[in-house]
C-alpha cells in the first residue's frame, strides 16, 4: 500500500531563512510525486511535481524539491522564506490519472 | 489554465437535512473525479472516486448510502450528504482528472457546518 509520511508536524522559521520540508513515501512502484500548499479555508495549490528525469524539480514561488529514489524521499526546499509563505504543506504519492495520497501536513510558520 | 469550482464554498444546515456541494471542471472534460474530505488541522482523506457514467467506487468505512456521488456528465460531479449530522462537519474537496492530460486539478473545497 501506498503511503507518505511527514515527520515534522510543524516549523518556525525566520523571515529571509531557508527551509526544508521533509516528505518520505511508500509506492509499489515508481512514484509520481507532488508538493501542494493549503491557506487556511482554502483549497490546494500545486507547487510542483515529479514524473521522472531530473531528481531536482523547479516549482512556484520559488520552491523546489529533490527525489532521492535511495532515501524514498522527495523533500521541498526553499533559499530564503516569505511572510507569505506561511501555510500548510502536504507532500502526496500516486499516479497521473489516479487518486492520491497525501502525508498528514507540516504546518509552516514564518517569523519576523 | 485549467480550473475546477466548487459551489456552494461555505454551507450550514440542520441536522437530519441533505445538502449537495457541486463540483465543476470549468475548462476541460474529466471522467474521473474524486472526492476528498479533511479535517480541520488533518490531511486530505479520499472519500470516493467519481467516474462519469457509472457508479462512484467509495473508500473502505464510508457509507455510500449516506455520501451520495453523482457524476451526470464530462464536467460535473455532486456530492450529497443525506441526513446530515454534526460529525458531517467538515472541508470536502473535489479534483478532477482531465482526459486530455491527465493532470488533477483541485477545487477551491467547500466547508460544510452541520448544527
Known amino acids: 500500500a501506498q503511503s507518505v509520511t511527514q515527520p515534522d508536524i510543524h516549523i518556525t522559521v525566520s523571515e529571509g531563512a531557508s527551509l526544508e520540508l521533509r516528505c518520505n513515501y511508500s509506492?509499489?512502484?515508481?512514484?509520481?510525486l507532488f508538493w501542494y500548499v493549503q491557506s487556511p479555508g482554502q483549497g490546494l495549490q500545486l507547487l510542483l511535481k515529479y514524473f521522472s528525469g531530473d531528481t531536482l524539480v523547479q516549482g512556484i514561488k520559488g520552491f523546489e524539491a529533490e527525489f532521492k529514489r535511495s532515501q524514498s524521499s522527495f523533500n521541498l526546499r526553499k533559499p530564503s522564506v516569505h511572510w507569505s509563505d506561511a501555510a500548510e504543506y502536504f507532500c502526496?504519492?500516486?499516479?497521473?490519472?489516479?487518486?492520491?495520497?497525501f502525508g498528514t501536513g507540516t504546518r509552516l510558520t514564518i517569523i519576523p | 489554465g485549467a480550473v475546477v469550482s466548487q459551489h456552494p464554498s461555505w454551507v450550514i444546515c440542520k441536522s437530519g437535512t441533505s445538502v449537495k456541494i457541486e463540483c465543476r471542471s470549468l475548462d476541460f472534460q474529466a471522467t474521473t473525479m474524486f472526492w476528498y474530505r479533511q479535517f480541520p488541522k488533518q490531511s486530505l482523506m479520499l472519500m470516493a472516486t467519481?467516474?462519469?457514467?457509472?457508479?462512484?467506487?467509495?473508500e473502505q468505512g464510508v457509507e455510500k448510502d449516506k455520501f451520495l456521488i453523482n457524476h451526470a456528465s464530462l464536467t460535473l460531479s455532486t456530492l450529497t450528504v443525506t441526513s446530515a449530522h454534526p460529525e458531517d462537519s467538515s472541508f470536502y474537496i473535489c479534483s478532477a482528472i482531465s482526459t486530455d492530460s491527465y493532470e488533477q486539478y483541485f477545487g477551491p473545497g467547500t466547508r460544510l457546518t452541520v448544527t
Open positions: 509506492y509499489g512502484a515508481t512514484p509520481y
Open positions: 467519481s467516474n462519469e457514467g457509472s457508479k462512484a467506487t467509495y
Open positions: 502526496a504519492v500516486g499516479r497521473i490519472n489516479e487518486k492520491l495520497t
